[in-house]
């Protein structure tokens, strides 16, 4: 009797195991019939009408699964916004996306249309296009789906809207009251978003917020991040003489601003990459606990080097997790004269330098840059914020015209706050594997400032494959990563707050 059923109890987990799979096989086909339509929409933020019609398909997809819908007036491009109907006894979360896109350059595409969906195989000879009956035999989880937005970002809205489906299709109760904000202008950096977020304070006001943008980490495990840099700029300008000179007559006379240039960049930076710039790391400490959260990353340093090309890198940190708990100081182009074909046996007139500069929450990006112009200054260089006039350039033997760009600040979130030990201990059970967790990831996502005027915790939960082509041709979804992300939202969207 007991062995009877010991064999009924396994069958039944097997079956109810089976069915799951079936079920998310067939949500998986009705997203990919929906993404195909939703790419098929251009979504270029610089194009008004592109995002108007995105407007229109995202209003009737959400009102289909009950949201309310709103569309949000800012400076620039509107806002989307819906939500389910509100209950005044459940814990709010807010979700944020984007649906614009990179703009194309579609003869460096590898179909027709980047607009148009293509289903793709890799094989040894490359990536495969298949006909879209293949589904209908099968679904392999390896297949991409290849197309502007696939992942960056409307695959991720359309994983959303499928949970919903099945959420309701197996009569799950959500013990949250859902939001939803989607972007419309990330791709330009969210200028409007701050100031609309302000205006709209009530309406988006949540507990946590969840953000679904980029890939999970190259190892593919489930990936929880805390917080990313924020970011601002310095343009610097040495001049020699006041327009170019002949080197043969006036090489060794002549004021070189390139090596000027060279000089002052060289006094900022030691030879490992570590900024000598008094107080640039003030207030920055890592502890015991965190150094044990940045090594559990499973970076592989050898894939990371080869992909890079590098025999070592530069030690501001001890590890590539510790290095990005830093503000950087980085020189992100310079130019001068001619070169190549172009090059002529000149003095040149001027040299500019183009710095940026990662901001993590310790740093303020306007104290960062007082300090560099401060010690420019102690170089012995008269600061100018516009081009020097004759009167300037006589007076002073160093000159540097100093532009300043825009702060965006970071954003980070405790590592010990229960909605991220709440959305950690989901995935891990879920997935049945531990989870990826980033401390602050290296770039700078523009709602930083969006996060930083709600004041609530938030956290970035990556959906999509870290091979994904981001921003560049022939950009692609796995099939693998639609699985992973109604999954995921199912089980958020599904799991009290203990």
């Not at 998310?24 to 929409?41: A, H």
């Not at 000879?125 to 991409?144: A, H, P, Q, V």
């Not at 000159?399 to 970071?410: F, H, M, Q, R």
């Not at 996060?451 to 609530?456: H, M, P, R, S």
Request: charged fraction near 20%; proline fraction near 6%; include cysteine.
């Amino acid at each position: 009797m007991k062995k009877l059923f010991l064999i009924c109890f396994i069958s039944n987990i097997f079956f109810s195991l089976a069915q799951e799979r079936i079920q998310l096989n067939t949500q998986i086909k009705k997203s990919i019939e929906e993404l195909k339509d939703f790419v098929s929409i251009p979504n270029d933020a610089l194009n008004k009408n592109d995002i108007q019609q995105n407007i229109v398909w995202l209003t009737t997809k959400f009102k289909a699964r009950g949201f309310n819908v709103k569309v949000l007036k800012t400076e620039g491009l509107p806002l989307f916004f819906a939500s389910l109907p509100i209950q005044e006894n459940k814990p709010t979360v807010l979700f944020y996306m984007h649906f614009d896109g990179q703009s194309i350059e579609a003869s460096k595409w590898e179909q027709k249309n980047p607009y148009t969906i293509v289903l793709k195989e890799q094989r040894k000879t490359g990536w495969k296009e298949l006909n879209w009956d293949e589904l209908n035999k099968t679904i392999n989880y390896n297949w991409r789906l290849f197309g502007r937005s696939t992942s960056d970002d409307k695959g991720p809205i359309v994983m959303l809207l499928n949970a919903i489906d099945l959420l309701k299709k197996n009569n799950k109760e959500i013990p949250f009251n859902v939001k939803v904000i989607l972007d419309s202008e990330e791709e330009k950096s969210s200028k409007p978003l701050p100031k609309a977020v302000a205006e709209n304070l009530t309406l988006l006001n949540a507990d946590f917020l969840i953000i679904n943008d980029g890939p999970v980490h190259p190892s593919k495990k489930p990936t929880l991040v805390f917080g990313c840099r924020g970011i601002t700029t310095l343009t610097l300008t040495t001049y020699g003489p006041i327009t170019p000179q002949h080197s043969g007559h006036y090489g060794n006379y002549a004021p070189n601003p390139v090596f000027k240039m060279a000089h002052l960049l060289s006094s900022m930076k030691d030879k490992n990459g570590k900024v000598l710039i008094k107080g640039y790391y003030d207030g920055i400490v890592i502890d015991k606990t965190t150094e044990k959260i940045l090594k559990s990353v499973p970076d592989d340093i050898t894939t990371l080097h080869n992909a890079l090309a590098i025999n070592s890198p530069e030690t501001v940190g001890h590890f590539y997790q510790e290095s990005l708990q830093y503000p950087s100081l980085n020189v992100r182009g310079i130019s001068s004269g001619w070169v190549g074909e172009k090059s002529r046996t000149i003095v040149p007139d001027k040299a500019t330098a183009e710095i940026d500069i990662r901001l993590v929450p310790e740093t303020d990006g306007n104290t960062l840059k007082s300090l560099i112009k401060k010690h420019i200054k102690n170089q012995g260089y008269y600061i100018t914020s516009k081009e020097p006039t004759l009167e300037e350039r006589k007076n002073y033997a160093n000159i540097i015209t100093i532009k300043e760009g825009s702060v965006t600040k970071p954003f980070r979130t405790d590592l010990d706050n229960p909605y991220g030990i709440w959305i950690d201990n989901i995935l891990s059970s879920t997935f049945n594997t531990d989870v990826v967790k980033i401390r602050i990831m290296g770039g700078t996502v523009p709602i930083s400032p969006f996060i930083n005027e709600l004041k609530i915790p938030a956290f970035i939960v990556p959906l999509v494959n870290p091979d994904n082509n981001q921003h560049s041709p022939n950009e692609n979804l796995e099939i693998r990563q639609i699985a992973y992300g109604i999954q995921t939202f199912y089980t958020i969207l599904s799991t009290p707050i203990n």
